[in-house]
């Protein structure tokens, strides 16, 4: 039965991951993605690590991937931009891609031969004995005990650095009024931001809309 | 379930990630590849973790996702930044500050 469950989430997750680079739309490789976080919350829970399957799909499926969401419909897949890319004539395009292909079929073959390779005896076992209880390997308990006395300073700087980020985020994204007016950037788009930050009330209510 | 059928996926998912990073010109899409790439890795420290039976990978594993999430909200931000500014969202196009 573990077996079975183990390939469904394999190729699932993998099947995924190939999405999230193969597809065009970034909509769709951000639904791919939550395909294959939700397939490796499933291969979590077979290396019986419960609160991380749980985290994983909350946070990271759930939480993490609404801001994407959210960010690909603000911006858009930027398909009106096609025609111009196209007259550019974007020659490093392929040869771009021939580049990662090699680089990460190369990767994954020195991965596999250490893999292979290393010999470990426990890698090949099924893992540590298990025993079952309210604070077996993987529970809340367990992680929570292990987190708020072994590990509290990972879990504090871990907290703290969230709250940097969050405060980076608002001062990234957040709406510069002064900032614009004063200072108008030089080059090609000048007169297109000049023009938005003037006027036309639509562009601020789309703003305040993707807020 | 042994543990070694775990790693070949950890490293597929990771190789994936990379090809994507160095392929894909949309910022937001290097970001859903560098997502990929930390899955691999947590994927990866959750099996040894299971095969020591300590939680030291798991606890490494959460450490990972809460840095994911930060890299995820400066990214936004700076993606939704640049559109702000009518500026192209293409990390090709982005070279002003190449040397």
Partial sequence: ?211 | MSIEWFLPISAIVFAIGLAGVIAKRNPLVVLLCLELMLNGANLALVAFSRMWGSGDGQIFALVVMAIAACEVAIGLGLIVAIYRRELPVDVDELGELQG
């Fill in chain 1, 1 to 211: 039965m573990s077996y079975v469950i183990f390939f469904l989430a394999a190729i699932i997750a993998i099947a995924g991951a190939l999405g999230v680079v193969m597809l065009r739309d970034p909509f769709f490789s951000v639904l791919s993605l939550v395909c294959h976080l939700i397939a490796l919350a499933l291969l979590f829970l077979l290396l019986r690590a419960e609160l991380i399957a749980a985290v994983q799909v909350v946070v990271y499926a759930g939480a993490v991937m609404v801001l994407y969401v959210f960010v690909v419909a603000y911006i858009g897949d930027g398909s009106e931009r096609l025609a111009d890319r196209l007259r550019r004539g974007t020659v490093a395009q392929p040869l771009l891609r021939t580049g990662a292909l090699l680089a990460g079929s190369a990767l994954l073959a020195e991965l596999l031969i250490a893999l292979t390779g290393s010999g470990l005896k426990a890698v090949e076992s099924a893992g540590a004995p298990y025993h079952k209880g309210p604070r077996a390997f993987g529970t809340p308990a367990f992680i929570g005990k292990l987190l708020l006395t072994r590990f509290l300073l990972a879990f504090e700087i871990a907290s703290f650095l969230l709250l940097v980020a969050a405060v980076g985020a608002v001062v990234l994204a957040g709406r510069r009024g002064r900032e614009d007016e004063e200072a108008p950037p030089q080059g090609a788009g000048a007169p297109a931001l000049q023009g938005a930050a003037g006027g036309p009330p639509a562009g601020g209510e789309l703003v305040e809309a993707a807020r």
